[in-house]
């Protein structure tokens, strides 16, 4: 598989208000497995086939809705933060460590569209 590059979709997670039913969810509708992060809170990496396709765990927060995010590979979170108000977007969580995977930001575009970038991601393409 090649590796996506940077600007491209490198992960996807799931938010979800019980983490539990959405494993379940997942495992049983698409034949995935999952292995649940230790120490992650409740985060789980989902594999198909020995590869990681997404994640799923907890919402980041109480007010927004259980959804999937998608995560486009970035070369600076820093800089990618500060360029979303410039482009009119909206920071939603600046820069955070996401466990072992890199450094992410939650934004939205102007039309409130949900999204993420990921820099440093060793989750992308493995």
Not at 16 to 33: M, N
Not at 64 to 83: H, K, N, Q
Not at 110 to 115: D, E, K, L, N, R
């Amino acid at each position: 598989m090649t590796p996506p590059t940077m600007g491209e979709p490198g992960w996807a997670d799931l938010g979800s208000s019980d983490v539990d039913a959405s494993h379940t969810f997942y495992t049983t509708l698409f034949g995935w497995a999952v292995d649940v992060v230790p120490d992650g809170g409740g985060y789980g990496i989902f594999h198909l086939d020995g590869k990681q396709v997404a994640g799923g765990g907890p919402r980041t927060s109480d007010e927004g809705p259980a959804a999937w995010t998608v995560y486009a590979l970035i070369d600076d979170a820093a800089a990618s933060s500060a360029r979303v108000a410039e482009a009119g977007g909206t920071v939603i969580a600046p820069t955070l460590e996401a466990m072992t995977a890199g450094t992410m930001v939650i934004v939205h575009d102007p039309q409130g569209a949900v999204f993420a970038v990921l820099q440093n991601a060793r989750t992308a393409g493995s």
